[in-house]
């Protein structure tokens, strides 16, 4: 595979724990660095973080995306795509956020690189792909939602038996608290304030103390 020469790159390394290292991920990615021509700019590196975690929790990656906003790398390597993220959207995601800027991306395990044309390609099948399972998602829950209702099940919070309405709106006119009305009953505290502030037979609500 022939590279663009002379490109400033930004090495991204991660390990999720502290019994882990980086150093063969600087080591690999410096070498193709050196073999492909690039100048290495600056070396990114969360250590002891895990993937799943967001931009804020991340230090480094947070970095790393600040200064692909000022144009201080061409591109991006990394020794794998789960170093970059935990799921395919926030690959994508982060990819479409570097095409904007005018950065490419290099991940060593997968063979991808977004400097050829077969690298570009490669993530655009991909987009295509997430876009089809977000869609397969959505309708597998439709369809799941649709045999819910055919078979009569009520979907959404159930119901408070009406006698457990009684007894709640009983212990609050004899001036008990909501918490402990919950606690007796074996309630939600939310579930009491909910029973409460519902309509009563008149149409009005008890009023919270």
Request: proline letters at 2%; one cysteine or more; a positive charge.
């Amino acid at each position: 595979m022939v590279r663009s020469k002379g490109k400033r790159v930004a090495l991204y390394l991660r390990v999720s724990t502290d019994g882990q290292t980086t150093e063969n991920q600087r080591l690999e990615l410096a070498g193709i660095a050196e073999r492909s021509g690039w100048q290495v700019v600056e070396v990114y590196e969360d250590h002891a973080v895990s993937g799943a975690k967001g931009r804020d929790k991340r230090p480094a990656f947070d970095r790393l995306c600040k200064d692909a906003t000022r144009r201080r790398f061409d591109l991006v390597a990394a020794w794998s795509v789960d170093r970059l993220g935990r799921s395919l959207q926030d690959l994508l995601g982060f990819l479409n956020e570097l095409h904007a800027l005018g950065v490419d991306l290099y991940l060593h395990q997968q063979a991808i690189d977004t400097t050829t044309p077969s690298g570009k390609a490669m993530f655009q099948m991909m987009g295509v792909f997430a876009e089809f399972e977000r869609a397969m998602i959505r309708e597998r829950v439709n369809a799941g939602l649709a045999r819910a209702r055919a078979k009569g099940k009520r979907l959404g919070r159930p119901p408070v038996e009406e006698n457990v309405h009684q007894a709640v709106k009983e212990a609050r006119a004899e001036g008990r608290s909501v918490r402990s009305i919950a606690a007796e009953l074996k309630l939600g505290v939310g579930t009491v304030h909910r029973i409460l502030t519902s309509p009563d037979a008149s149409g009005q609500a008890i009023a919270r103390r």
